[in-house]
């Protein structure tokens, strides 16, 4: 690996990102960084300004859409997709080189926490690594790194609302090996915490299966988000 892109996905992240970019500054100083815009209305764009060591790129919304984008414009010759609310663990960089030293790798995902201690988060993140170990499938709250020359080949996130990371890596394993690395990055709770664990894991599960049956992508975004809103995860 002669270097690393980091891409972010954002939709108004000013506040994140006011702790992400420091941190990746200081954990992941040779990595080119650029924030992908889907249209918001924060403080996102003045944010990423602040921070000579990021590059902001503008893109149709849709996290698919701008992962997309900001790997047309990256650089590296490997891609890591980070989201906003979630941090890198120390030695981040370090363990993608040695994952992708490897010929038959061609991409991986980090194990994950939660950024709240309650033992029903513990576990659930406990069930998302193992699941994710067994059936070498990488989501995007793991992070997701891949070689640039794999990810173009499968023609990179199919422009889908929802799934879109699932769908990667079935096409990714088609090529070679998908490393999960134990390190952990540490992800925001929200979601969970606003939805509920219980109610979240049941959602997912489903959304999954029918994924799995050929349900239409949009169709499982209307329903888990609602007819009313635009379809950015």
């Not at 999954?208 to 009313?228: D, N």
């Amino acid at each position: 690996m002669k270097r690393l892109s980091i891409v972010i996905p954002a939709l108004d992240e000013a506040e994140n990102l006011a702790r992400l970019l420091p941190e990746l500054a200081r954990g992941a100083a040779a990595a080119e960084v650029l924030v992908v815009d889907g249209g918001s209305r924060d403080a996102t764009g003045p944010t990423v300004a602040r921070h000579p060591g990021a590059r902001l790129v503008v893109a149709a919304r849709g996290r698919a859409r701008q992962m997309n984008a900001g790997a047309r414009e990256a650089a590296g010759d490997a891609l890591l997709f980070l989201h906003a609310d979630t941090t890198l663990p120390e030695g981040a960089v370090t363990a993608i080189e040695r994952a992708l030293a490897e010929p038959a790798v061609v991409g991986g995902r980090f194990d994950v926490r939660f950024d709240r201690a309650r033992p029903v988060l513990r576990m659930v993140a406990w069930f998302m690594n193992a699941r994710s170990r067994w059936s070498g499938i990488c989501t995007g709250d793991q992070a997701i790194f891949v070689r640039r020359a794999d990810f173009e080949a499968v023609g990179g996130y199919p422009d889908i609302p929802l799934m879109e990371d699932i769908e990667l890596s079935r096409r990714l394993k088609r090529r070679g090996r998908l490393r999960a690395l134990r390190l952990r990055v540490t992800t925001s709770a929200r979601k969970w915490e606003r939805e509920g664990p219980v109610r979240t894991i049941g959602l997912m599960w489903a959304l999954r299966f029918l994924h799995f049956w050929g349900v239409a992508p949009a169709r499982l975004h209307r329903w888990y988000y609602g007819p009313a809103k635009e379809p950015y995860p």
